[in-house]
C-alpha cells in the first residue's frame, strides 16, 4: 500500500556528514510517524530517530545533537542529516512510516559506512 524507497548512503571518512533521503509512495497517507532505523553487522535493528506528522521529534542518545530528522509532508519525503559520523554509525539505515495503531512499512535501507 506504501513503498519506502532510501538513497544517499555511501562511504564517508570519520567526521563526514551524509544526507539520507526516502521517497513514499503508492497511498501514503495518515503516516503520522516517520522515522529511520540502523542495522549494524551482526547486530540487531535500531531506532536512530523519528518525527510525526506535527514535526516533533524524538533522537537515539548515540544520535542526539548529530543527526537532524525531518519530514515534508507535502512531497511525501522524508530525510536524515548525519553529521560528525563515526565508525560505530556504520550500518544499513531503513526509512520507516506508520499509522496509529495500524500499519507500518519499511523500506529496503540504504548502507552508510564510515571509514578512514
Known amino acids: 500500500q506504501v513503498q519506502l524507497v532510501e538513497s544517499g548512503g555511501g562511504l564517508v571518512q570519520p567526521g563526514g556528514s551524509l544526507n539520507l533521503s526516502c521517497v513514499l509512495s503508492?497511498?501514503?497517507?495518515?503516516?503520522?510517524?516517520m522515522g529511520w532505523y540502523g542495522q549494524a553487522p551482526g547486530k540487531e535493528r535500531e531506532l536512530v530517530a523519528t518525527i510525526t506528522s506535527g514535526g516533533v521529534t524524538n533522537y537515539a542518545d548515540s544520535a542526539r545533537g548529530r543527526f537532524i530528522i525531518s519530514r515534508d509532508n507535502a512531497k511525501n519525503m522524508g530525510y536524515l542529516q548525519l553529521n560528525d559520523l563515526k565508525p560505530e554509525d556504520t550500518a544499513v539505515y531503513y526509512c520507516?512510516?506508520?499509522?496509529?495503531?495500524?500499519?507500518?512499512?519499511w523500506g529496503q535501507g540504504t548502507q552508510v559506512t564510515v571509514s578512514a
Open positions: 520507516t512510516a506508520g499509522r496509529v495503531r495500524s500499519d507500518t512499512f
Open positions: 503508492g497511498n501514503p497517507s495518515r503516516l503520522y510517524v
